[in-house]
Every structure is written in C-alpha cells, then in structure tokens.
C-alpha cells in the first residue's frame, strides 16, 4: 500500500531586525518550536538591519508556527528605533505562504488569511493582504504596499483611503507597524554586488533592470549601499525565474555595470533557491548539450531509492 504524501507549505517571513542576534534567535526558536515544522534557513543583513527565516512543514504546523514568529517579533522590535537601508512597514515586514507539496496556491490563500485574521484579532497589528491573497487590486503588489514605509504609511493611513488595512483599523501598531501576508509562487532573491561606493550607479542598474522601469519582465530590483562591505548592491526579486532566469538577469547586470566601468564583485542568494533555478545556470554557462535534472547524481540516485521503496509496499 502506497503511503500518504506528505502535503508541504514554505513560508519565508522577513522580519526588521537583523543587527541583535537575540532577537533574532528568540524570533527562530518561537517558529521551531511547533511540533512538524523544518527549519530550514535563518539569515541576517547588519546593512539592511533584516531577518529572513525560511521553515516548512505541514500547513497547520506551518500556520501556528508563522503566527508564534510574528508574535515573538511584535513584542521584541520597535521600528520607532529601527534603521536599515531596506524598505521596512513592519515589525514582521512580509509574511509569504507557498505551496510546495500536494497543496494547492488556494490553500495557501485560505492559511495566509486565517493567520492575518489571527495576527489582527489577538495582537491588534492590522494586516495587508497581499499577491494571490489579495483582496483589493491595489494591495497586490508588495512594492506598493510598502511605499513611504512605516512612518510615512502611519502619516497617509487617515487621508489615503487606498492604504486602509484588510484587517484592522486604518492605523497602525505604534512600535510593530502593520504587516503583509499571502500567499505566492515560488522566487528568487538574488542580489548582485559592485565593487563601487556609488549608489547612483547601482541606482541606475536596477531601473535599467525591473520590469516597471523598462526592464526584464518579472524582476523587481532595487539599489543599496552596504556600507560595512564597502560596496552596493542591486537587489532583486524573480518573480517567475522559470521565464526571466538567473542567468539572464546576471547577464543584463554585468552589461550595465561595464558601461560605468564597474565589476561584479559577488552575488547572494537570499533564503533558499529550487533546484531547477540554479541547473537553469549551469547548462547556460557550461553550454551543456541534452541535459536535464535527471543527469544530477544526487536525483538520479532519489529516483532509484524512491522505486525501490515503492516496489516493497
């Protein structure tokens, strides 16, 4: 008898705070400490003064261990002291959902919305919900969203009807700021690093790169100076990296930096990238002919392994 599959959501939740280990620690162990949730990744940027925590797990384990996350950061994180280069709204800044495994993008849209209503209702934070999740069109685009970040969202939320909340009032938390959650494909974050102090040069490259400005389609790209790297950064979102790959945007950033005369010192990925993203990179820089994922050992040796196992059932 073939056994249940197991039914797999991620979520990825950013948190503004990435310069006091305590806190962030506090923010890993509250997730964890859900029975059935995998922690799988906790990174911190002192530049940008941000956390992103990648976990995953069955969907109601996923689901209490994002509202223990959340809680754990409304009570430790004051933006009224906060300082970072990225663009920052909340205390728990975004909150993701996506499906992994034998869950579908609906279901995902159903938990993110049960944990907004959660995170409203018993800690009075109000919610944006956001991308597939989203109840307004204007409140789709995560950009928008967070435009004129905590303190200029607090200023506009009693004039700009637009900015009202999902759920809650149209106000503010006073120290945890107000929160997007929903749920969306997977991406990838992928920032680029030039070995240059002029921001107006990264500034210049990501305008020439997002989607919005002219760019390539499903990129979201913004500059910052990483003042304790000594270099600044094109930061970017692929949104679809299945129709705008990595490659392609490494590419485009390389040609624009060699107009200002500018290397590429390094890039990062943010959190965890699939599989196919970076075997995508490999074939196109290694100009591999008829390959695939099923030439990778580790997959190759899983799919044996799987039908062995399927064969004793």
């Known amino acids: 008898m073939a056994k249940n599959r197991a039914r797999i959501v991620e979520c990825i939740p950013n948190f503004s705070e990435g310069r006091d280990p305590g806190v962030v620690a506090a923010i ?82 159903e938990l993110s919305r049960r944990v907004a209503e959660r995170v409203w209702s018993e800690l009075g934070v109000p919610v944006y919900l956001y991308e597939e999740s989203a109840l307004l069109p204007e409140h789709r685009n995560l950009a928008d969203l967070r435009r004129g970040q905590f303190e ?30 929903g749920a969306r494909r997977p991406l990838v974050a992928y920032n680029v690093w030039l070995g240059t102090t002029d921001v107006a040069i990264a500034r210049k490259i990501a305008r020439a790169v997002r989607h919005t400005s002219g760019g390539l389609r499903f990129v979201k790209a913004l500059a910052f100076e990483l003042a304790s790297r000594g270099v600044v950064q094109v930061s970017m979102n692929l949104v679809d990296y299945r129709r705008t790959p990595i490659h392609h945007v490494f590419e485009m950033v390389r040609r624009e930096a060699e107009r200002y005369g500018v290397p590429i010192v390094g890039s990062e990925l943010i959190g965890l990238v699939p ?25 190759r040796l899983l799919d044996a392994m799987s039908a062995d196992a399927a064969e004793d059932e």
Do not use: K
């Open 152 to 181: 200029g969202i607090r200023d506009a939320l009693g004039s700009d009807s637009w900015r009202a909340p999902d759920l809650g009032e149209p106000r503010v938390h006073p120290t945890a700021g107000i929160t997007a959650i």
């Open 275 to 299: 599989q196919d993203a970076l075997l995508a990179a490999a074939e196109f820089y290694l100009r591999l002919n008829e390959f695939d994922a099923s030439r990778v050992l580790e997959n």
């Open 28 to 109: 890993a162990d509250a997730i964890s400490s859900v029975d059935g949730v995998y922690l799988l990744r906790t990174e911190s940027d002192v530049d940008h003064n941000r956390s992103v925590v990648t976990f995953a797990g069955e969907p109601g384990a996923v689901a209490e261990a994002a509202f223990r996350g959340i809680a754990c950061a409304v009570e430790r994180i004051d933006l009224t002291r906060h300082v970072g280069q990225h663009p920052r709204m909340g205390a728990a800044d975004v909150v993701p959902f996506v499906p992994i495994e034998d869950v579908t993008m609906a279901e995902c849209v």
